[in-house]
């Protein structure tokens, strides 16, 4: 039976949120989504789940149904762009598995909504909500009133901002939180694997690195198809992450780059384009009855392939925390907060970090690659234990 008196609103039916509302759900405790689409994952792009992701969700009971849809590299493999030299190895598949419990895998962003949304579907306990786009929060009272452009209403006893990267809930928490433009641009494109020469139809993760920019590529679907992600510094600065992207653009950050390294980005057509934003760490991630998680609380830029993970992981730690604290969502979010504030503020850095290395150049790029070079491939994947052996954090 569905506790009483919990009733939790959820603004945003992303990957955060339902991982909410499914965390919530398997605890008895109601919640509903407010979504202003019709929960659909249109965009082509693909993800990265680490084993600290795969971990959750299956806790979630979700990993299972997405697993037919994923694919299990075998291995990272990064590369010099200018010399098309590969420089080290980071296994994965087996290796990652046993070392971490839990499988690190690859697959189309849908595919991963869509698993999540069947999961919340079939819990009693939750209520999706689509074409409600929050405009106004209410949270004077004992209740949290949401309304929507429509003039359409919600209560609950608090509610969590799962509304990503442009929060509009954002300015609630922390009025004085703005975003500001990286400096760079995130490029992305899909095209299937069938013919594509070596080194591109291997079963690993591909990482090229070079002056002010990289390339990522990875398959999807299953396997039948293959994500690239290139990262350039420069560009406008724009909103929205579903921009058409020019290939004649993208291909002028790649001209020094080998031309094996860059005849993938010749292939791939249909290139499409976002910017790319930081906001400094938040001093909290709630006020009241109202809490933030994922991207509203914590964006992280892509370089550790961590957002979708942090947001899933905000999901299962917050659900326990409402679980503790029944009667009590202010206490709930403050524990909540201090248990994952530290976490993604590391994340955080640590993808800054690793930004200023994938783009190295000069004699500082020379001397990055020497130490990829002699770096084992046991010590390779030691380096990521923090990361990936982050177990579900209890209240």
């Known amino acids: ?41 249109e965009t082509g792009a693909g993800i990265q789940l680490g084993p600290n992701a795969t971990r959750a969700l299956k806790a979630l009971g979700v990993l299972e149904a997405i697993e037919p849809h ?16 590969r420089l080290a190895s980071v296994p994965l598949g087996r290796h990652a598995e046993d070392r971490y419990g839990a499988p690190y895998l690859t697959l189309h962003r849908a595919d991963l909504h869509a698993g999540l949304r069947a999961a919340a579907e079939s819990l009693g306990p939750v209520t999706l909500r689509p074409g409600f786009d929050v405009t106004a929060i209410d949270a004077q009272g004992a209740d949290v009133l949401a309304r929507g452009v429509d003039g359409s209403e919600a209560k609950g006893a608090s509610l969590i901002g799962a509304d990503g990267l442009w929060s509009t809930l954002r300015p609630l928490i922390m009025p004085e939180a703005s975003l500001r433009f990286t ?15 070596a080194p591109f139809d291997a079963a690993v993760v591909g990482l090229w690195l070079g002056p002010r920019s990289h390339l990522v590529h990875y398959p999807v679907r299953g396997g039948d198809d293959l994500n690239v992600v290139a990262v350039t510094e420069g560009g406008a600065e724009r909103q929205g992450w579903n921009q058409s992207g020019s290939a004649e653009t993208l291909l002028s950050s790649f001209t020094r780059w080998t031309k094996d390294s860059k005849s993938l980005l010749e292939r791939a057509a249909g290139w499409r384009s976002w910017s790319l934003y930081r906001l400094t760490p938040l001093r909290r991630f709630s006020v009241g009855r109202i809490a933030l998680l994922g991207d509203a609380a914590h964006p992280v830029l892509p370089y550790l392939a961590q957002g979708a993970a942090l947001a899933i992981e905000d999901a299962v730690t917050l659900a326990a925390c409402i679980d503790a604290w029944q009667g009590d969502p202010p206490q709930a979010f403050r524990r909540y907060e201090a248990l994952r504030r530290p976490r993604a503020a590391r994340v955080q850095r640590q993808s800054r970090r690793f930004g200023r290395i994938y783009h190295l150049s000069g004699g500082l790029r020379l001397a990055r690659n020497l130490v990829l070079e002699r770096r084992s491939e046991a010590a390779a994947l030691q380096r990521f234990d923090w990361l990936y052996r982050h177990e579900d954090q209890r209240p």
């Open 1 to 41: 039976m569905p506790k009483q008196g919990e009733r939790v609103l959820i603004a945003g039916g992303g990957i955060g949120g339902l991982a909410a509302a499914i965390a919530l759900g398997r605890r008895g405790i109601e919640s509903e989504v407010l979504e202003r689409s019709r929960f659909t994952e």
């Open 70 to 85: 994923a694919f299990r590299p075998e291995a990272i493999w990064i590369y010099d762009g200018l010399s098309g030299r």
């Open 183 to 197: 400096g760079a641009t995130a490029w992305r494109a899909r095209l299937p694997r069938g013919n594509l020469p």
